[in-house]
């Protein structure tokens, strides 16, 4: 499982913490995820962070338009996506998730102030499925990444995995 450190803001008393999700022109941020005080967890040092992908956990929009991860049964957040090469602009699309079946919360990366170095593609997919299987271009490379609920990932590179699907034992 991956970490991801939280940024708080104090407010009468109480703690709000949030992630500043993506780093785009400029270092422009792609969205703000508020993040529900009960999935927060803290390193030996008293860092606050989540992990992801999150377990029993939803990504809800409130009536304001914030996005705020939420504890709810059943559900998972994965961050997945790819990295890009030197220079280039990575992609990928969700394979096998029909409409409804998962919210998708794309950001980007930018690997200088305004991306000439590289800017990769990445979303959090707030779903109900114990899996997320992608398609991936990373600019010099190609493959096929599914993520699963425990954080492990497994990956095939340089393959069209749907053209040699009748060739799997």
Request: aromatic fraction near 14%; proline fraction near 3%.
């Amino acid at each position: 499982m991956a970490r991801s450190y939280l940024e708080v803001k104090e407010f009468e008393g109480r703690k709000y913490y949030y992630l500043d999700v993506g780093s785009g022109w400029h270092g422009e941020v792609s969205f703000r995820l508020w993040v529900n005080a009960k999935l927060v967890k803290f390193n030996e040092s008293g860092e606050a962070y989540v992990e992801f992908p999150a377990q029993n956990a939803r990504i809800v929009k409130t009536e304001k338009g914030n996005l705020v991860l939420r504890p709810e049964e059943g559900w998972f957040v994965y961050d997945v996506g790819i990295g890009a090469d030197y220079r280039e602009t990575s992609t990928f699309k969700l394979i096998g998730i029909a409409e409804g079946e998962a919210d998708i919360y794309p950001y980007e990366i930018y690997h200088s102030p305004v991306g000439s170095l590289g800017i990769s593609n990445y979303a959090l997919v707030s779903t109900q499925l114990k899996k997320i299987k992608i398609e991936w271009d990373s600019g010099c490379a190609r493959g096929v990444s599914v993520y699963y609920p425990d954080g492990s990932i497994e990956e095939v590179d340089n393959v069209d995995i749907e053209e040699l699907e009748g060739d799997a034992l």
